[in-house]
């Protein structure tokens, strides 16, 4: 592949958008294609309109060089779909064909995405009217059809208080034949709110964008920012960055492992966890007031230090919670009736797991080395991290495990680094936004890698910007996981994912 | 089994004793704002313009803070020079009232009871239907830990149930987008009478971070433009504390 056709960098940096070749659909296609067979995945893949045509760029990840690759090009009303030969692409077109009614022709599963009218006054390519707002879920779900088969659905509201979301299972008997997720309930609209941005309310709703990942979102977003202004944070503020980032890992995976063990009805885990979680967002309070971590992270670094009093403090509780955590965790995975449970249920194969892009804790539990912390370090904090833990079942049990494997992993990173905190200032203002440039930042929130991306115009203003939360990606995987399994089976299975709703539909 | 009881030893009892004993916070979480109009600045209007979402006005003179829209950043907090504006660590922030959700300097009142005919029916048991609708999962999380055996929102006699024709009231989430407007509806119908309304979080008391997008709907008074509000809980997300607290006031649990 010649150098011309793409453009690879590492994220951190911000391109003119001049030095980005524009290549005609042809070379897009069979570079992208050649990328992907060299072992790049799609990171992310966006439109961006440009007076009648639509700007398209793809971003792929060459993970082991720790190079993203940036191809560009333009469609106008439709294009042929990729999809069919490189199904990580799948949800990227569909999302494309409602945002801007560009059709992937070809494309086998082509239907709404979050259920909006489209962004710029074209014809909806479902035929929806214009005029009035989408119906959610309203498309043509897959059947099957046959003596004793039946469907079952469930959602937007489900029994507990959880998203909304809505579930068609099609089975037969106890087993389930082929599982479809129509999302989009959520959808707030965060992406075109921020075009024109940075608003002085961009910062809140970039850290709502999925709540339980707000220090995730909004370090990749400062990154993002950062690197379009081109100062960056603090080595102090990047570590106080990782601190934030592992306490809300451990929040989520300690909640997560007990929420795998309610469902199959081990209480003692169960209960253990869901108190030590708690403990652990209170924590994140004692970093900066927040059990989310709101308010925390900013483009030009953190809001709140810890002096040495707290930092001590804090590694007191942390000692107390990891062995607290270790019992109860340990309780349940040496358990041989909950392992019966998770053992060989929603296998997800490497082989899959590749050709869907995985990310996070769902592609490492696959036997997938995909982590942000290892592949595109950023800052000062995180230099020295381990090799990702990585377990090759796919199964509930092996989701289960990474989860476990990254707790005690987080225990050691955030000793190191609350113990080396590097001297400094935790905040210095970015300056103006370099103009007609892109940028891009990843992030390893605690289900995976963040992708931000932002594009400015002359004025130095965000006239795009795309956020890929890894529940975009990993969405596909609990369908496919589903299959040939029992219906009883969905809530271990889905709580093994715990994939964001939000995070998704944006 | 005998390592089960080994680890419920080591783990030890950790329900805990509010409202007979009072729980202790972060030190840096932000609770009720505390305005101190003898240290403000008449002329000085540093803390309304730092504020991105206008939780913040001068009324007659005086600074008051709509805990209604206000997210809890330390924004306004940091800014103000005079240290006439801060967070208090009191989590006690509920109102009955949207326009009881504004702080001035003056005292603020906690939840009042529900009516005596209200009273007697949910007083000891009070099931909720709560339904998500467009926020970003931090309130449900939230709300998620008074199940947890810290809280144990159970011992005050409120469940969150599955259906709502099992329920005594609803209690919403997030900003009402567009796509969850009719699921909203519908679930409140489902509830047989007489019902409550709780808007719980900033996004569904006022649109919150989303407020102003055209994908939400409450871009006037939050939820109470579509439901009668019996119970409004502000933060992003509230502190479990503040939900509770404001629960079981509404109850009549606490004297």
Same mark, same amino acid.
């Given at each position: $592949?010649?150098?011309?056709?793409?453009?690879?960098?590492?994220?951190?940096?911000?391109?003119?958008?001049?030095?980005?070749?524009?290549?005609?659909?042809?070379?897009?296609? +069979?570079?992208?294609?050649?990328?992907?067979?060299?072992?790049?995945?799609?990171?992310?893949?966006?439109?961006?309109?440009?007076?009648?045509?639509?700007?398209?760029?793809?971003?792929?990840?060459?993970?082991?060089?720790?190079?993203?690759?940036?191809?560009?090009?333009?469609?106008?009303?439709?294009?042929?779909? &990729?999809?069919?030969?490189?199904?990580? $692409?799948? &949800?990227?077109?569909?999302?494309?064909?409602?945002?801007?009614?560009?059709?992937?022709?070809?494309?086998?599963?082509? !239907?709404? %995405?979050?259920?909006?009218?489209?962004?710029?006054?074209?014809? /909806?390519?479902?035929? #929806?009217?214009?005029?009035?707002?989408? %119906?959610?879920?309203? $498309?043509?779900?897959?059947?099957?059809?046959?003596?004793?088969?039946?469907?079952?659905?469930?959602?937007?509201?489900?029994?507990?208080?959880?998203?909304?979301?809505?579930?068609?299972?099609?089975?037969?008997?106890? +087993?389930?034949?082929?599982?479809?997720?129509?999302?989009?309930?959520?959808?707030?609209?965060?992406?075109?709110?921020?075009?024109?941005?940075?608003?002085?309310?961009?910062?809140?709703?970039?850290?709502?964008?999925?709540?339980?990942?707000?220090?995730?979102?909004?370090?990749?977003?400062?990154?993002?920012?950062?690197?379009?202004?081109?100062? /960056?944070?603090?080595?102090?503020?990047?570590?106080?960055?990782?601190?934030?980032?592992?306490?809300?890992?451990?929040?989520?995976?300690?909640?997560?492992?007990?929420?795998?063990?309610?469902?199959?009805?081990?209480?003692?885990?169960?209960?253990?966890?869901?108190?030590?979680?708690?403990?652990?967002?209170?924590?994140?309070?004692?970093?900066?007031?927040?059990?989310?971590?709101?308010?925390?992270?900013?483009?030009?670094?953190?809001?709140?230090?810890?002096?040495?009093?707290?930092?001590?403090? $804090?590694?007191?509780?942390?000692?107390?919670?990891?062995? /607290?955590? #270790?019992?109860?965790?340990?309780?349940?995975?040496?358990?041989?009736?909950?392992?019966?449970?998770?053992?060989? %249920?929603?296998?997800?194969?490497?082989?899959?797991?590749?050709?869907?892009?995985?990310?996070?804790?769902?592609?490492?539990?696959?036997?997938?080395?995909?982590?942000?912390?290892?592949?595109?370090?950023?800052?000062?904090?995180?230099?020295?991290?381990?090799?990702?833990?990585?377990?090759?079942?796919?199964?509930?049990?092996?989701? *289960?495990?990474?989860?476990?494997?990254?707790?005690?992993?987080?225990?050691?990173?955030?000793?190191?680094?609350?113990?080396?905190?590097?001297?400094?200032?935790?905040?210095?203002?970015?300056?103006?936004?370099?103009?007609?440039?892109?940028?891009?930042?990843?992030?390893?929130?605690?289900?995976?890698?963040?992708?931000?991306?932002?594009?400015?115009?002359?004025?130095? !203003?965000?006239?795009?910007?795309?956020? %890929?939360?890894?529940?975009?990606?990993?969405?596909?995987?609990?369908?496919?996981?589903?299959? *040939? +399994?029992?219906?009883?089976?969905?809530?271990?299975?889905?709580?093994?994912?715990?994939?964001?709703?939000?995070?998704?539909?944006? | @089994?005998?390592?089960?009881?080994?680890?419920?030893?080591?783990?030890?009892?950790?329900?805990?004793?509010?409202?007979?004993?009072?729980?202790?916070?972060?030190?840096?979480?932000?609770?009720?704002?505390?305005?101190?109009?003898?240290?403000?600045?008449?002329?000085? =209007?540093?803390?309304?313009?730092?504020?991105?979402?206008?939780?913040?006005?001068?009324?007659?003179?005086?600074?008051?803070?709509?805990?209604?829209?206000?997210?809890?950043?330390?924004?306004?907090?940091?800014?103000?020079?005079?240290?006439?504006?801060?967070?208090?660590?009191?989590?006690?922030?509920? =109102?009955?009232?949207?326009?009881?959700?504004?702080?001035?300097?003056?005292?603020?009142?906690?939840?009042?009871?529900?009516?005596?005919? @209200?009273?007697?029916?949910?007083?000891?048991?009070?099931?909720?239907?709560?339904?998500?609708?467009?926020?970003?999962?931090?309130?449900?999380?939230?709300?998620?830990?008074?199940?947890?055996?810290?809280?144990?929102?159970?011992?005050?006699?409120?469940?969150?149930?599955?259906?709502?024709?099992?329920?005594?009231?609803?209690?919403?989430?997030?900003?009402?987008?567009?796509?969850?407007?009719?699921?909203?509806?519908?679930?409140?119908?489902?509830?047989?009478?007489?019902?409550?309304?709780?808007?719980?979080?900033?996004?569904?008391?006022?649109?919150?971070?989303?407020?102003?997008?055209?994908?939400?709907?409450?871009?006037?008074?939050?939820?109470?433009?579509?439901?009668?509000?019996?119970?409004?809980?502000?933060?992003?997300?509230?502190?479990?504390?503040?939900?509770?607290?404001?629960?079981?006031?509404?109850?009549?649990?606490?004297?």
């Amino acid at each position: $592949m010649s150098q011309s056709k793409l453009i690879r960098f590492r994220h951190g940096t911000a391109i003119p958008l001049s030095e980005l070749p524009l290549l005609d659909f042809t070379t897009f296609r +069979e570079s992208l294609l050649e990328e992907v067979g060299n072992h790049a995945r799609v990171a992310s893949f966006f439109g961006h309109p440009n007076e009648n045509v639509l700007d398209l760029y793809a971003i792929l990840s060459h993970d082991w060089q720790g190079e993203l690759a940036l191809l560009h090009t333009q469609v106008k009303d439709s294009y042929p779909s &990729l999809t069919p030969d490189c199904p990580q $692409m799948h &949800l990227f077109e569909r999302e494309l064909a409602e945002q801007y009614g560009v059709r992937p022709e070809g494309h086998p599963w082509l !239907k709404p %995405v979050r259920f909006h009218n489209a962004w710029v006054g074209c014809a /909806d390519i479902w035929g #929806r009217d214009p005029l009035q707002h989408p %119906v959610p879920g309203d $498309m043509e779900f897959y059947r099957v059809e046959g003596e004793e088969v039946h469907e079952v659905g469930v959602g937007p509201v489900h029994a507990g208080v959880i998203e909304p979301g809505h579930f068609r299972f099609q089975c037969h008997g106890e +087993e389930i034949m082929h599982l479809e997720i129509s999302l989009g309930f959520q959808h707030r609209g965060i992406e075109q709110m921020l075009s024109g941005g940075p608003h002085p309310t961009t910062p809140y709703q970039l850290e709502a964008a999925a709540g339980d990942t707000t220090i995730g979102h909004s370090c990749a977003y400062s990154q993002v920012i950062e690197s379009l202004s081109g100062r /960056d944070a603090s080595p102090r503020a990047q570590a106080l960055r990782a601190v934030g980032l592992e306490l809300e890992r451990l929040a989520n995976h300690v909640g997560d492992v007990g929420a795998m063990a309610g469902d199959v009805g081990f209480l003692p885990t169960s209960s253990f966890c869901g108190r030590i979680r708690g403990d652990y967002l209170n924590l994140s309070a004692d970093l900066c007031g927040s059990r989310f971590g709101r308010g925390f992270v900013r483009p030009g670094g953190v809001l709140f230090d810890l002096n040495l009093e707290q930092v001590a403090n $804090m590694l007191n509780k942390l000692e107390i919670l990891e062995k /607290d955590s #270790r019992g109860a965790i340990e309780l349940c995975f040496n358990n041989p009736s909950v392992l019966a449970r998770f053992e060989g %249920v929603g296998c997800v194969s490497v082989d899959d797991a590749e050709t869907l892009g995985l990310v996070g804790v769902v592609a490492k539990a696959s036997g997938l080395v995909r982590d942000t912390r290892l592949h595109h370090p950023i800052g000062a904090g995180i230099k020295d991290y381990a090799p990702p833990v990585i377990e090759v079942e796919g199964d509930v049990c092996a989701r *289960g495990n990474v989860r476990r494997r990254e707790i005690y992993a987080s225990h050691e990173l955030l000793r190191e680094t609350l113990n080396n905190l590097p001297e400094g200032t935790i905040y210095t203002e970015p300056a103006a936004l370099a103009p007609n440039s892109l940028a891009i930042s990843l992030c390893e929130g605690w289900r995976g890698e963040l992708v931000h991306c932002a594009i400015t115009n002359d004025a130095g !203003k965000i006239s795009r910007y795309k956020i %890929v939360d890894p529940s975009f990606h990993n969405w596909s995987a609990l369908a496919l996981a589903l299959r *040939g +399994e029992q219906i009883s089976d969905f809530p271990v299975c889905n709580k093994s994912f715990n994939l964001s709703y939000c995070g998704f539909d944006l | @089994m005998f390592n089960i009881i080994r680890e419920r030893l080591a783990q030890g009892y950790r329900t805990g004793k509010y409202p007979k004993v009072e729980p202790v916070l972060a030190q840096r979480f932000r609770g009720r704002p505390v305005i101190k109009p003898q240290l403000c600045q008449p002329q000085c =209007s540093l803390c309304i313009d730092s504020c991105p979402y206008g939780a913040i006005e001068r009324i007659n003179g005086k600074i008051c803070l709509d805990m209604g829209r206000c997210l809890f950043c330390p924004t306004c907090t940091d800014i103000c020079p005079h240290g006439a504006l801060t967070f208090s660590n009191d989590f006690r922030l509920a =109102s009955n009232t949207r326009s009881g959700l504004i702080v001035d300097d003056t005292e603020y009142p906690m939840v009042q009871e529900l009516n005596t005919k @209200m009273k007697k029916l949910f007083g000891r048991s009070l099931k909720l239907r709560q339904v998500s609708a467009g926020g970003c999962n931090a309130c449900e999380a939230d709300l998620n830990v008074l199940g947890t055996l810290t809280y144990d929102l159970g011992r005050f006699g409120i469940q969150f149930v599955a259906s709502p024709r099992h329920a005594d009231g609803i209690l919403i989430t997030g900003p009402i987008s567009e796509n969850m407007k009719s699921a909203v509806l519908d679930t409140y119908a489902a509830i047989p009478e007489p019902k409550l309304v709780i808007a719980s979080g900033a996004c569904a008391i006022g649109g919150g971070p989303f407020r102003g997008s055209p994908e939400v709907n409450n871009q006037l008074g939050g939820v109470g433009d579509l439901l009668p509000v019996d119970l409004y809980i502000p933060g992003c997300p509230p502190h479990p504390y503040t939900a509770l607290d404001a629960m079981i006031r509404l109850m009549g649990q606490i004297e």
